[in-house]
């Protein structure tokens, strides 16, 4: 942000480690005392109404600054918003990572942008054919307790799972997120028993954050999996699965839920299906294409996967609070926000880097 668009960035953390509190502290005396009016301050995953939202709002009130609130996920589906609520109804614009977002909160008559969620560059890219088909993964499924009703963990066995059955070709099948013991053995028992031949692979240990590790598995596979429960709160995805293999090369087999559609272009970037037998379907006409049409499938999905790239999402951040900036310079006679012009970006929760900014999608 610095080196390309000149604009200083202090990113704000809490936690209660001696380094986090300070720069907490020192991010909250700025916000508060020094903010000026062409300063932007972003609010992100902040949902309680504990200490830390009280001292959110006590900036909001008193601030020059511009206040954004930046929401990924349609938190009232899954635990009290009163927060977030109210921190959006008094911030100046929201940012949404999804289109579903923006209609559940245009209640709020508050300029909503909408920013898809990004995807920072493939450190590792797939080539060639497996000579066993290979298919995979990602994401939350220890979350079921949570939401049992339209978790990952829900899809995988009611969508995926069904679908594998009576294949006529060996399969390996990569899992990256089951780590409890009793939900292992339950997948393990079922690829044992199951009639087809499958190789089930769970990756037991997993540092989230190591990008690199994660963009080497997913590298390997022949198709990614972005099955959803079709639920309010999936609908509100911003398709983060299908981006992360996508920027890999690999091609998806999703469902028409959150903003899968807009990212999977059927027989292009991979297949939109609908019920188990369409995903059984896709996965034999994927086996059957000929090395040049899986080839051309993967050049697809890199050739697609600038539009979620970090950079674009940059250029349409910028392109969001330019209203913003435009209005400060008329009413204030500011010069264009240069060097000297400050992003403060408050969390209430540390995002996971698997997700870009997002928790495990």
């Not at 080497?216 to 699965?241: E, T, V």
């Given at each position: 942000?610095?080196?390309?668009?000149?604009?200083?960035?202090?990113?704000?953390?809490?936690?209660?480690?001696?380094?986090r509190?300070?720069r907490?502290?020192?991010?909250?005396?700025?916000?508060?005392?020094?903010?000026r009016?062409?300063?932007i301050?972003l609010i992100?995953?902040?949902?309680?109404?504990g200490?830390?939202?009280?001292?959110?709002?006590?900036?909001?009130?008193h601030?020059?600054?511009?206040i954004?609130?930046?929401?990924?996920?349609?938190e009232?589906w899954?635990?009290?918003?009163?927060?977030?609520?109210?921190?959006?109804?008094?911030?100046?614009?929201?940012?949404v990572?999804?289109?579903?977002l923006?209609?559940?909160?245009?209640?709020?008559?508050?300029?909503?942008?909408?920013?898809?969620?990004?995807?920072?560059p493939?450190?590792?890219?797939?080539?060639?054919?497996?000579?066993?088909?290979?298919?995979g993964?990602?994401?939350?499924?220890?979350?079921?307790?949570?939401?049992?009703?339209?978790?990952?963990?829900?899809?995988?066995?009611?969508?995926?799972?069904?679908?594998?059955?009576?294949?006529?070709?060996?399969?390996?099948?990569?899992?990256?997120?089951?780590s409890?013991?009793d939900?292992?053995?339950?997948?393990?028992?079922?690829?044992?028993?199951?009639?087809?031949?499958?190789?089930?692979?769970?990756?037991?240990?997993?540092?989230?954050?190591?990008e690199?590790?994660?963009d080497?598995?997913?590298?390997q596979?022949?198709l990614?999996?972005?099955?959803m429960?079709?639920?309010?709160?999936?609908?509100?995805?911003?398709a983060?699965?299908?981006?992360?293999?996508?920027k890999?090369?690999?091609?998806?087999?999703?469902?028409?839920?959150?903003?899968?559609?807009?990212?999977?272009?059927?027989?292009?970037?991979?297949?939109l299906?609908?019920?188990?037998?369409?995903?059984?379907?896709?996965?034999?006409?994927?086996y059957?294409?000929?090395?040049?049409?899986r080839?051309?499938?993967?050049q697809a999905?890199?050739s697609?996967?600038?539009?979620?790239?970090?950079?674009?999402?940059?250029?349409?951040?910028?392109s969001?609070?330019?209203?913003?900036?435009n209005?400060?310079?008329?009413?204030?006679?500011?010069?264009?926000?240069?060097?000297d012009?400050k992003?403060?970006?408050?969390?209430?929760?540390?995002?996971?880097?698997?997700?870009?900014?997002?928790?495990?999608?």
């Amino acid at each position: 942000m610095k080196r390309h668009h000149g604009v200083n960035v202090q990113w704000i953390f809490p936690g209660y480690q001696p380094l986090r509190v300070l720069r907490a502290i020192r991010g909250f005396l700025y916000c508060r005392f020094f903010a000026r009016s062409k300063d932007i301050i972003l609010i992100h995953k902040v949902y309680s109404c504990g200490i830390y939202f009280k001292m959110i709002k006590n900036i909001i009130y008193h601030t020059r600054a511009t206040i954004i609130y930046d929401i990924d996920d349609a938190e009232w589906w899954r635990q009290p918003t009163q927060g977030m609520d109210t921190l959006m109804r008094l911030c100046d614009q929201i940012h949404v990572g999804s289109t579903q977002l923006i209609n559940d909160l245009n209640y709020l008559q508050k300029p909503i942008a909408h920013l898809t969620s990004c995807i920072h560059p493939p450190h590792h890219i797939h080539h060639g054919v497996n000579k066993r088909f290979h298919i995979g993964w990602v994401g939350g499924y220890n979350s079921h307790e949570l939401t049992p009703e339209f978790s990952h963990k829900n899809a995988i066995t009611n969508l995926l799972l069904p679908a594998l059955a009576d294949l006529p070709f060996a399969i390996t099948l990569t899992l990256i997120g089951p780590s409890r013991e009793d939900d292992i053995r339950a997948l393990q028992h079922w690829a044992a028993t199951c009639s087809s031949d499958i190789n089930l692979v769970i990756p037991r240990i997993l540092n989230w954050s190591d990008e690199a590790k994660l963009d080497s598995l997913i590298s390997q596979w022949d198709l990614g999996i972005a099955l959803m429960i079709d639920h309010p709160f999936n609908r509100a995805k911003s398709a983060f699965k299908a981006k992360q293999y996508m920027k890999c090369g690999v091609p998806v087999i999703g469902n028409r839920v959150g903003d899968n559609e807009a990212f999977i272009i059927d027989r292009h970037t991979g297949y939109l299906t609908e019920t188990t037998t369409e995903v059984h379907n896709a996965l034999r006409h994927h086996y059957q294409l000929a090395k040049v049409e899986r080839h051309a499938m993967h050049q697809a999905c890199l050739s697609l996967s600038p539009k979620f790239h970090i950079d674009e999402f940059v250029k349409q951040f910028f392109s969001s609070i330019a209203p913003i900036i435009n209005h400060q310079t008329e009413d204030h006679h500011l010069e264009t926000p240069t060097a000297d012009w400050k992003a403060c970006s408050i969390h209430g929760e540390r995002p996971n880097l698997v997700e870009a900014n997002n928790s495990v999608d």
